[in-house]
């Protein structure tokens, strides 16, 4: 079966860490891009930040540069999102995603299809609140 689970969401005060964790069932993110995206109550979906199939670029978005870092471990199959200086605006459920089928090879590329709905794999998603 192939999926994809999150997990390391929690509350954290302002100014705090999370690291999140997505990892994958089924199918292999070597060589797959893939990204992180949340979706705040009220709000739509966003992407945050995604990595190339080579693994060797990333993209974030502008509201958390600097703050937040993508990586990926082919051996444990997992992709990561480390977190820094959280702020109550980042509270939303994050999730991620893969283009399995391999339509982009770019960062920028699967964030754009993860922000259109189009990758097919998507995790169940896991609830980061900050607290002020």
């Known amino acids: 079966q192939v999926q994809l689970v999150e997990s390391g969401g929690g509350l954290v005060q302002s100014g705090g860490s999370l690291r999140l964790s997505c990892t994958a069932s089924g199918f292999s993110l070597d060589n797959i891009a893939t990204g992180w995206f949340r979706q705040a109550p009220g709000k739509e979906r966003e992407e945050v930040s995604c990595i190339s199939s080579s693994g060797g670029t990333t993209y974030y978005t502008d509201s958390v540069k600097g703050r937040f870092t993508m990586s990926r471990d082919n051996a444990k199959n997992t992709v990561y999102l480390q977190m820094n200086n959280l702020e109550p605006e980042d509270t939303a459920v994050y999730y991620c995603?893969?283009?399995?089928?391999?339509?982009?090879?770019?960062?920028?590329?699967?964030?754009?299809?993860?922000?259109?709905?189009?990758?097919?794999?998507r995790g169940q998603g896991t609830l980061v609140t900050v607290s002020s």
């Open positions: 995603a893969a283009d399995t089928r391999k339509r982009v090879e770019t960062a920028q590329g699967v964030c754009l299809l993860g922000s259109q709905r189009l990758l097919e794999v």
